[in-house]
Every structure is written in structure tokens, then in C-alpha cells.
């Protein structure tokens, strides 16, 4: 079992920068971050496969936001700049072990990927 626990969440103003942190107690073939604003499906933000390092972005997030990890730490990071209000949202970790739904890149945006989510962690972008 893959144990997520989320931090960094927080308030800031537009054009503010996050780093949200998720540390895990495994490892697994992929980890992301999705958020989730009330009354909103969930929606894919970041990727990165764990072993090789590659990276996905939802379009929006392309120049704003890092992903990265530490593997020493088993740590995964979300680096969050130029923030904007429609940012705000729950941001969710979630790992995978369902290296199937990787054979293309594409299946890194799914949520249906993921077999493990941490608890979320609030964020609030500020007018």
C-alpha cells in the first residue's frame, strides 16, 4: 500500500507562487496531481513517471507549474507560479500501479490511472 500525505496548500495572492509537497511511503510506476474546485470534476494537472523522470502538463499548466521528485526523500513536488484565482482549488496526490494504463502518454491524465490518492490540500488564489 502506497501511503500519500500532502503539504504546502495554502492562501496567496494572484501572481503568487506554491510549492505543494506530497510524501510517500512507497514508490510506484507513476504519481500526479489533480485538483478539484467545488462542483467541478476533477482535473488533471501534472505527472511525472517516478523511475524515468518524464514529465506530462495539462496545457494551462505548461510554463507555470513544476513537476518534479526526490527520490531520496520519496517525495513528490508541485512548484506553482504565476498563480491565478481560477487556480483555486483541492489539489490532490495520487501514485499508480497500473503500469497498463501507461502505454501512451495520454494515460497519465486519468484520473482512472491512479489506485492511490492522498487527502487533498487547499488552495486559495486571491484576487
Known amino acids: 500500500q502506497v501511503q500519500l500525505v500532502e503539504s504546502g496548500g495554502g492562501l496567496v495572492q494572484a501572481g503568487g507562487s506554491l510549492r505543494l509537497s506530497c510524501a510517500a511511503s512507497?514508490?510506484?510506476?507513476?504519481m500526479g496531481w489533480f485538483r478539484q474546485a467545488p462542483g467541478k470534476e476533477r482535473e488533471f494537472v501534472a505527472a511525472?513517471?517516478?523511475?524515468?523522470?518524464?514529465?506530462y502538463y495539462a496545457d494551462s499548466m505548461k510554463g507555470r507549474f513544476t513537476i518534479s521528485r526526490d527520490n531520496i526523500k520519496s517525495t513528490l513536488y508541485l512548484q506553482m507560479n504565476s498563480l491565478r484565482p481560477e487556480d483555486t482549488a483541492v489539489y490532490y496526490c495520487?501514485?499508480?500501479?497500473?503500469?497498463?494504463?501507461?502505454?501512451?502518454?495520454?494515460?497519465?491524465?486519468?484520473?482512472?490511472?491512479?489506485?492511490?490518492w492522498g487527502q487533498g490540500t487547499q488552495v486559495t488564489v486571491s484576487s
Open positions: 511525472i513517471n517516478w523511475s524515468a523522470g518524464n514529465t
Open positions: 495520487a501514485a499508480s500501479s497500473r503500469y497498463y494504463y501507461f502505454g501512451a502518454s495520454t494515460g497519465y491524465s486519468r484520473a482512472a490511472a491512479y489506485d492511490y
Open positions: 512507497g514508490r510506484d510506476y507513476a
